[in-house]
């Protein structure tokens, strides 16, 4: 099957040290043939070490991003991330009812990977309510996961599954739970849709640039999700993009903490 160009939207906020949020997102689509455009939420200061400081500009101006960007382009996907507090959350719900794109892929951006919190408590319940029904995939980590149910985080693949289940009760059309956080050997994560659940395994790659992994996975679904005839060829074809990019991320040399993964491993 032949398919044009994508034009795939990150809604999410923006990482001044270029390793997550809509600098990561722009980096996959482009990796992955994609034209990118970007609504941004919020901005941050940051670096490889941590956030050092959060300005979240007005809903309403959220609003006009949304518009101004749907009003004109054709869009064929649209990548969610960090969206700070609840008028945040309802605004893009808000325009996601009102243009319906084909495909939505929710990453649940709650903690960074230095512990600062990108979600506001009160956000929280808005997501679940507002946004998860909209989602053709969202994407948790256990964590989030956890929080999204008022559980404990799973410790096993049972308990991912179940909570995949649980999540898509909510309304998400799928969910894949991304087993990061287990203790175990691999890194599987499972994709749970009506057809059922799918493991996806992969390899733990022992290396410290890791930042940026949960909105480089997910943005690159977005990218080929209108490229691919199926939600689960996607999504496996992302993972291996992401697997590349974190093997290859000690060729960059990008500040003294956790520094990005290489999403251009491919052709530099």
């Given at each position: 099957m032949t398919h044009p160009i994508p034009n795939v939207l990150t809604i999410a906020g923006s990482d001044s040290g270029g390793g997550a949020g809509i600098q990561a997102d722009l980096k996959a689509f482009s990796a992955l043939g994609a034209y990118g455009l970007s609504v941004i939420t919020a901005l941050t200061a940051q670096n490889t070490r941590g956030v050092t400081a959060i300005h979240t500009p007005d809903a309403s101006f959220v609003t006009a991003q949304l518009d101004a960007v749907f009003d004109?382009?054709?869009?064929?996907?649209?990548?969610?991330?960090?969206?700070?507090?609840?008028?945040?959350?309802?605004?893009?719900?808000?325009?996601?009812?009102?243009?319906?794109?084909?495909?939505?892929?929710?990453?649940?951006?709650?903690?960074?990977?230095?512990?600062?919190?990108?979600?506001?408590?009160?956000?929280?319940?808005?997501?679940?309510?507002?946004?998860l029904p909209l989602a053709t995939l969202v994407t948790p980590n256990l964590p989030e996961a956890a929080a999204l149910l008022n559980e404990t985080s799973a410790e096993d693949e049972d308990a991912m599954v179940r909570q995949g289940e649980a999540l898509r009760a909510l309304g998400a059309r799928a969910v894949l739970m991304k087993g990061g956080h287990l203790s175990s050997a691999d890194s599987p994560d499972w994709l749970i849709e009506d057809s059922g659940a799918m493991r996806l395994g992969g390899p733990r790659v022992p290396v410290k640039n890791t930042h940026g992994t949960g909105c480089t996975l997910s943005s690159s679904i977005a990218a080929l999700l209108p490229q691919r005839d199926t939600l689960a060829a996607a999504t496996v074809d992302a993972k291996l993009y992401l697997t590349g990019a974190i093997e290859q991320s000690a060729r960059l040399d990008v500040g003294h903490g956790v520094g990005p993964v290489h999403h251009f491993f491919r052709w530099w």
């Open positions: 004109d382009i054709r869009i064929d996907a649209v990548k969610i991330g960090m969206l700070a507090n609840a008028d945040v959350v309802r605004a893009v719900a808000a325009a996601l009812r009102r243009y319906r794109p084909a495909h939505v892929v929710l990453d649940t951006v709650m903690i960074s990977k230095s512990h600062h919190a990108l979600l506001a408590p009160d956000a929280v319940a808005a997501l679940r309510v507002e946004l």
